[in-house]
């Protein structure tokens, strides 16, 4: 079994370094976290009115904060960013590392975690290594709910889980799970530390997000929580979250986990392994509920999953120490258990070949940049503006960002966009293929009546992304 994770890992490893290198889009967020990080860098508004030239993501902005530095120290791309989120992704499989062998006392189970971590790559979305949040908002959920399961006796070591969980808040706005999580956890067995835990909690997080809206007029908290919160979870997606993520793609880890909460339940000792099982249903609860929202795609699956690979190290430490079963029964329930390990390497199988891009992609995204350059004038490349800074102009709104910040269509395009596009300010639009939410028809409208389609963009010019939703630049749009 160690074998096959190990492999898992060792093919993880060989398609992020490719993907870490390439120089262009691989999940078509990621211009807009490169942007905003760009954006921080320069010294440029981020949280301002909704305009033509940009509009920040829904994240809160610490991943994009630590990125900036590093975009002026190596340059604006993807690489460093991507970096940082590897980096990420490595610790956070450390991380379950030691989880584990706090919870089992042992190395080969403890590897069990990190190895299903890397298993699942793929599953969750193939975004570990990719310039997004998710990877960053993960370390920091994961290293403060251990130093604060493990060493909750330790005023220091929940301040320093309390600060932890707060940055966590701030990489991702889901990181408030994990820290009023914690909050309960410690009532439940330190209620003084649970008293400084929360305090300080409360005060690194609210005390900045007081400062950001002061200083942006009130548009930091617009982005951050008002546009995030007016998005509401849909009953179709929770059964479906139900249904096709956690009956079938995360099964067996499921499966463990309620193994884990029933060995817990009989055998009643309070251990570490308790407040896991807290966490990993805090985790589920904190996955459906993204998923459950309009756009909450697969990568949304990552806390849960992770926090659920440490389910089979409970349930093998659980096993080693419950007297109440005989030796043959208590060697056929680990065997049990290490095929459901095996079971769910079944189902994080992939072909690492298709995730890698290929030197076709980065020549195709070439002749799209040099395509941009040679235009007479600004050109808005609508989901992906990285390759209008690329081509030496100016990166116009990202249409996505700008759709959930006009909270899902249902406020007015910025009126500097509707009269550049009026006006025939762009010497071109270009478009992704199909129809998505984002495109809706008033936009539609807007560019159909002074634009008009110029060129079909095959894939020879302009490549497609390979993880989240896969689009391409396909529709090219001059003045009339």
Request: aromatic share 10%.
């Amino acid at each position: 079994m160690l074998l096959v994770l190990a492999l898992f890992t060792v093919i993880y490893f060989v398609v992020a370094l490719p993907r870490v290198a390439y120089p262009f889009d691989i999940d078509f967020l990621e211009d807009d976290v490169l942007i905003e990080a760009w954006r921080f860098a320069q010294g440029l508004p981020v949280f301002a009115p909704p305009n033509a030239d940009f509009v920040p993501h829904v994240y809160t902005p610490l991943y994009m904060l630590l990125a900036a530095p590093m975009l002026k120290l190596g340059g604006l791309s993807f690489l460093s960013m991507r970096l940082l989120s590897l980096a990420a992704t490595i610790a956070t499989g450390l991380l379950l590392f030691s989880a584990g062998y706090q919870i089992s006392q042992q190395h080969a189970k403890a590897l069990i975690g990190p190895g299903l971590f890397f298993a699942g790559y793929a599953l969750t979305g193939a975004q570990y290594e990719l310039a997004r949040v998710d990877s960053l908002h993960l370390t920091l959920a994961v290293a403060g709910t251990l130093i604060g399961i493990t060493r909750a006796g330790s005023r220091r070591a929940v301040c320093l889980a309390a600060l932890l969980l707060a940055l966590a808040c701030f990489a991702k706005q889901s990181g408030i799970v994990f820290a009023l999580g914690m909050a309960a956890y410690l009532f439940a067995v330190q209620r003084q530390r649970a008293v400084e835990f929360s305090v300080v909690c409360a005060m690194a997080t609210v005390a900045p997000l007081i400062v950001m809206d002061r200083l942006t007029n009130g548009w930091s908290s617009f982005y951050l929580l008002q546009v995030p919160g007016s998005d509401p979870p849909l009953a179709s997606r929770i059964i479906s979250y139900l249904q096709h993520d956690l009956l079938q793609a995360l099964a067996p880890l499921c499966l463990l986990a309620l193994a884990a909460i029933v060995l817990h339940l009989r055998a009643r000792p309070l251990s570490p392994a308790s407040g896991w099982l807290w966490f990993i249903l805090l985790a589920i609860a904190d996955s459906g509920w993204m998923r459950a929202r309009l756009g909450g795609n697969i990568n949304t699956l990552m806390p849960a999953y992770t926090f659920l690979c440490l389910a089979p190290a409970i349930v093998l430490s659980k096993l080693g120490t419950w007297s109440h079963i005989n030796k043959t029964t208590r060697a056929v329930m680990q065997s049990l258990a290490y095929l459901l390990v095996i079971a769910q390497c079944v189902l994080c199988r992939y072909n690492p070949l298709t995730r890698i891009p290929d030197v076709a992609m980065q020549q195709s995204g070439q002749r799209l940049i040099e395509r941009i350059r040679q235009m007479p004038g600004p050109v808005l490349v609508l989901e992906h503006p990285y390759y209008a800074l690329l081509a030496h102009k100016s990166p116009g709104v990202s249409l996505t960002a700008l759709w959930h910040a006009r909270e899902r269509g249902a406020l007015p395009l910025p009126t500097d966009l509707a009269q550049r596009i009026t006006q025939q300010y762009y010497a071109g639009i270009i478009a992704d293929e199909g129809t998505y939410s984002e495109v809706e028809a008033e936009l539609d409208a807007l560019i159909g009546a002074s634009y008009t389609l110029g060129v079909e963009l095959s894939a020879q010019d302009a490549p497609p992304t390979l993880s989240g939703l896969v689009v391409r630049p396909a529709h090219l749009f001059v003045p009339r």
